[in-house]
């Protein structure tokens, strides 16, 4: 069995019991205990408030969508992400792909019990009907800035907004110019927010 570990510290988070290394030592001891192969350790220091800002994260979804595992190891839960939405994605992507989430700190039964899977459901639930009221919210405010002519939310990379509109950023636009080459070249959105820097959100975007 292949599995991946990983682990994430904030910034905050810095005591021997949540260090990357104690994570590391605990996810290596057990899978080397159940006879897992450990693939690849995928380390993260960063909070996991926002999914999408999360690198190895990000690393690791590329990789499960390309088979490279089928078992993920984490000390706890919320080591993975602390966003709801983030954590939906993952639940979707992971059973899309047959692979399994071992969490060292729960319990280990062979399958979902009905109150874990109505809790699951619950949770998805209140994820997207808050991702619904902020995209209402969204649409409001881009609304309004149309309706008094301006450009809403911030400039796409490659522009700026002045007072006459949005203007072309050129320096910007190159690395514009070469996303959109590449992204035509077959190069997927997580390998380009490596490439760049950029959030995958901000590559998509582009």
């Not at 450990?38 to 993260?44: D, F, G, N, T």
């Not at 190895?56 to 993975?80: C, K, N, Q, S, Y």
């Not at 009907?129 to 796409?156: C, T």
Request: aromatic share 8%.
């Amino acid at each position: 069995m292949r599995a991946a570990l990983y682990v994430r510290v904030s910034t905050t988070e810095q005591s021997k019991k949540f260090s990357l290394q104690a994570q590391e030592q605990l996810l290596t001891s057990y899978a080397q205990e159940q006879g897992f192969e450990a693939v690849r350790i995928y380390h993260e220091q960063c909070s996991g408030m926002h999914w999408e800002s999360q690198k190895a994260l990000m690393e690791l979804i590329e990789a499960a969508e390309h088979g490279a595992f089928d078992t993920v190891l984490v000390t706890e839960r919320d080591r993975l992400t602390r966003d709801p939405d983030g954590a939906a994605i993952l639940k979707y992507i992971f059973a899309k792909k047959g692979i399994r989430l071992v969490v060292l700190s729960e319990p280990k039964t062979q399958a979902q019990s009905p109150t874990e899977d109505l809790i699951d459901g619950i949770i998805s639930l209140i994820a997207r009907y808050e991702s619904q009221i902020r995209l209402v919210r969204v649409r409001r405010g881009m609304e309004l800035a149309v309706n008094s002519g301006k450009h809403p939310g911030k400039a796409p990379l490659g522009y700026v907004n002045t007072a006459e509109g949005l203007q072309l950023d050129k320096e910007r636009a190159v690395l514009v110019r070469q996303i959109f080459d590449d992204y035509a070249a077959g190069e997927s959105i997580y390998a380009l927010s490596r490439k760049t820097g950029l959030n995958a959100s901000k590559v998509h975007y582009i």
